[in-house]
């Protein structure tokens, strides 16, 4: 497995793969890797020859007042989960190595970003798409995959490699449960032991609302306030809990056949903030 820290370096090994007519996937990461992230791996394996992970924890994404100093690293535990699963080349470079001068463009995300997470963290998704781009230029992956967790930036993530022409083809990789249901997360190592056993409640909450809607709920904004109540109750402060429509990420009243919505939340127990949806094909 190649370690290395230089863009160059990467590249060089992967022309080489393509060179050999290797195709190549790439699993971009902040590392504290969880079996969230070693199931995309495992996706990136079934669809190429070689798999690329990064490892980078950006600057760019995160506000003043986020958790960018106290975001877990774990280098050395990354690098052994990477090599028991097989992965081909890490990628994991300084800030320096990507971010040397001072940036002179900018990326703005209209409308995708507007609701849902990109409401409540002004400039993350302009961060995400910053680092991204220069992943993709770096990496030059056929393929890369990312978590369904954070839908929203999946989406605007597969947006952007359309208006950009990135030559890659982005995979949607499934949420990953603890047994009680908690969607893995690095966050979640924030959790105290009464928040970790409190925290499973919003995906309780989506589960119930799903229920309801394939059983023939069609405008479920009351029993959303309802479950917002509880979770209320219960300690959470509650950013966001709505349907949104997969498509641009709108806020929905009332469902339409032939449609695809996301069911999604995002919640703060004590200083942690958990996110989660369900995808939902009326
Ligand atoms: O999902 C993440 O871990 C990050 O947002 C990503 C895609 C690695 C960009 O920094």
Redesign the pocket.
Do not use: A, E, K, R
């Given at each position: 497995m190649l370690v290395t820290e230089s863009i160059d370096d990467l590249r060089e090994q992967v022309k080489e793969w393509k060179r050999q007519k290797l195709k190549v996937g790439f699993v971009?990461?902040?590392g504290a890797l969880h079996e969230g992230h070693l199931s995309l791996i495992e996706l990136a394996h079934k669809r190429a020859d070689r798999v690329v992970v990064?490892i980078?924890?950006?600057p760019e994404?995160f506000s003043p007042d986020e958790d960018y100093d106290s975001y877990p690293r774990k280098r050395e535990a990354d690098l052994e989960a990477c090599k028991e699963n097989r992965v081909d080349a890490v990628f994991i470079p300084s800030v320096a190595e990507i971010y040397p001068d001072e940036d002179f463009l900018e990326i703005r995300v209209k409308g995708l970003g507007d609701h849902m997470c990109g409401a409540s963290r002004p400039g993350f998704f302009e961060?995400?798409l910053l680092?991204?781009n220069k992943?993709f230029n770096i990496v030059n992956p056929d393929i890369a995959v990312?978590?369904q967790k954070?839908i929203q930036?999946y989406r605007i993530?597969s947006r952007m490699a359309e208006e950009f022409n990135h030559d890659v083809k982005i995979l949607k990789g499934e949420i990953i449960r603890a047994n009680d249901g908690l969607a893995l997360s690095s966050r979640n190592s924030y959790l105290s032991d009464e928040e970790r056993l409190l925290a499973p409640s919003l995906y309780r909450s989506l589960k119930y609302l799903e229920k309801q809607i394939r059983g023939g709920v069609s405008e479920p904004g009351l029993l959303i306030e309802h479950q917002k109540s509880e979770l209320e109750a219960k300690g959470f402060e509650i950013d966001y809990l709505d349907l949104f429509s997969f498509k641009d990420l709108k806020p929905v009243k009332k469902l339409e056949g032939g449609r695809e919505y996301i069911l999604a939340g995002a919640v703060y127990l004590g200083e942690t903030r958990l996110i989660d949806n369900i995808l939902i094909d009326n």
């Open positions: 971009p990461t902040m990064s980078f924890v950006n994404q961060g995400v680092v991204v992943l990312f978590g954070d930036q993530v």
